[in-house]
């Protein structure tokens, strides 16, 4: 096995594992062990989960298409190009705002203790 063939592996079951955290998250409406208040938050944090999960998914079955001799390497870059789109559109438009607020909380801490 070469060492893409195992981080492939890693990849396809984080992007299983995202796929399912996103399809419960959307069918219960629940966020396993935090608290999202809106029901509008927690749709899109399903989605965000979903979104990434095919930025996983999508480079995974570029490279094994290509390695199991399915398909060219002109459709594996398609598909690597679109694995990135859906990323960029999760990061962008689904990421969710409690965790950009924590990450700002923690710069301004950080910001706040090197002017003391």
């Known amino acids: 096995m070469e060492f893409m063939d195992g ?12 796929l399912c955290l996103g399809a419960y998250v959307l069918t219960t409406g629940r ?7 809106s029901p509008e938050r927690i749709r899109k944090l399903g989605v965000f989960f979903i979104l990434i999960s095919g930025f996983f998914l999508f480079q995974v079955a ?12 002109g459709i594996r870059s398609v598909l690597v190009l679109t694995a990135f789109a859906v990323g960029v559109i999760a990061l962008i438009k689904y ?19 090197q002017h003391d």
Do not use: C, H
């Not at 981080?7 to 995202?18: K, L, T």
């Not at 990421?95 to 203790?113: G, I, N, Y």
């Open 7 to 18: 981080v492939n592996v890693i990849m396809a079951v984080m992007g299983m594992g995202e």
């Open 31 to 37: 966020v396993p062990g935090g608290y999202v208040p």
């Open 62 to 73: 570029g490279y094994a298409g290509v390695r199991l001799d399915l398909f060219s390497r």
């Open 95 to 113: 990421w969710p705002q409690f965790a950009l607020s924590k990450v700002r909380q923690q710069a301004e801490d950080v910001s706040t203790d």
